[in-house]
């Protein structure tokens, strides 16, 4: 499975942003999918997650701000940010889990995009 990012850019304060993330590949094995960010200095962590039943969760900060979404028909991820802030600024990484069932039981592998960054000025 390959990843690829786009729309990052620099936006004002309250300004909003739309990221995509494409994937190719074997993407019929893809279950979860989300998006992580990493600021200077920061650990990289979670922003929002789907799952392959559609299930959202988000992080505290960004909850009533952005909205994960999913097109399985484009194989594509969307994290549509709104309201943004100068703390949302960091780089932001796409990562899709793939599980495999086999005889032997169930692993799991993660796929990370490049990153995409995101600049928020006040």
């Known amino acids: 499975v390959q990843l690829a990012e786009s729309g990052g850019g620099l936006v004002q304060a309250g300004g909003s942003l739309r990221l995509s993330c494409s994937a190719s590949?074997?993407?019929?094995?893809?279950?979860?999918t989300g998006w992580f960010r990493q600021a200077p200095g920061k650990q990289r962590e979670l922003v929002a997650g789907?799952?392959?039943?559609?299930?959202?969760n988000y992080a505290t900060a960004v909850k009533g701000r952005f909205t994960i979404f999913r097109d399985n028909a484009r194989n594509t991820l969307y994290l549509e940010m709104n309201s943004l802030k100068p703390e949302d600024t960091a780089v932001y990484y796409c990562?899709?889990?793939?599980?495999?069932?086999?005889?032997?039981?169930?692993?799991?592998?993660?796929?990370w995009g490049q990153g995409t960054q995101v600049t928020v000025s006040s």
């Open positions: 590949g074997r993407t019929s094995d893809i279950d979860t």
């Open positions: 789907i799952s392959s039943t559609g299930t959202t």
């Open positions: 990562k899709a889990v793939v599980v495999v069932v086999t005889l032997e039981g169930r692993r799991t592998f993660d796929y």
